[in-house]
C-alpha cells in the first residue's frame, strides 16, 4: 500500500462500483457475459474494504480519522445492502452466481460484524474527543464592553 491513502476517493471510488455492482443485479444481464465480473467485483470490494478498515486502524493519527470512518461505514453499508440484495434476488445473474452463495452469506456476516465494529470505534472517538470551549453571554459581554479609562 503507498504511503499516502487518499481516502476521499477511495470512498468515492468504492461506493460508485458497489451501485454499479447493484444496477448490474437489478438488470437482466446475461450471465455468461457479466457473472464473472460481478463475482470478481465482489471480491475486490471486500479485500479493498478490509484494507482500509485496517489502514485507518492500524494508523492512530490519521488527520481526520473520524470523517474516514463515517465513510468507510456508508460505504460498508452500501455493500451489506448489495449482498443481502445479491443473496435474495432471483435474476439470471444472481442465478448464476448461487455457486458462491455460501461466500457472500459468509461475507455479508463478516461486513455486518465490522459495521458494528466501526459505529463502535465512531462512538469511542466522539467520546474521547473534548468539548469545543465556548464562551458564556455574561464573558462576551465584558469582552465587547468598551472599556472607559481613568483620566488623571
Not at 43 to 61: A, E, N, P, R, W
Not at 94 to 105: F, G, K, P
Not at 110 to 126: P, V
Request: a negative charge; proline letters at 2%; hydrophobic letters at 40%.
Amino acid at each position: 500500500m503507498s504511503l499516502q491513502v487518499n481516502y476521499d476517493d477511495d470512498f468515492f471510488y468504492l461506493s460508485t462500483l458497489i451501485k454499479a455492482v447493484n444496477w448490474a443485479l437489478s438488470l437482466e444481464l446475461d450471465p455468461e457475459f457479466f457473472a464473472a465480473k460481478v463475482h470478481g467485483d465482489i471480491i475486490f470490494l471486500d479485500k479493498t474494504l478490509s484494507k482500509l478498515d485496517m489502514s485507518l486502524g492500524d494508523h492512530g493519527m490519521v488527520h481526520g480519522k473520524l470523517t474516514y470512518l463515517r465513510a468507510l461505514l456508508r460505504t460498508e453499508r452500501l455493500f451489506v445492502d448489495c449482498l443481502s440484495g445479491l443473496t435474495q434476488s432471483e435474476n439470471a445473474l444472481s442465478t448464476a452466481l448461487l455457486t458462491h452463495q455460501s461466500a457472500y452469506l459468509d461475507l455479508l456476516t463478516t461486513h455486518r460484524y465490522r459495521l458494528t465494529a466501526i459505529q463502535d470505534s465512531i462512538d469511542d472517538m466522539r467520546e474521547e474527543q473534548p468539548e469545543e470551549e465556548s464562551i458564556s453571554e455574561a464573558e462576551y459581554r465584558v469582552l465587547l464592553e468598551p472599556k472607559i479609562e481613568e483620566i488623571e
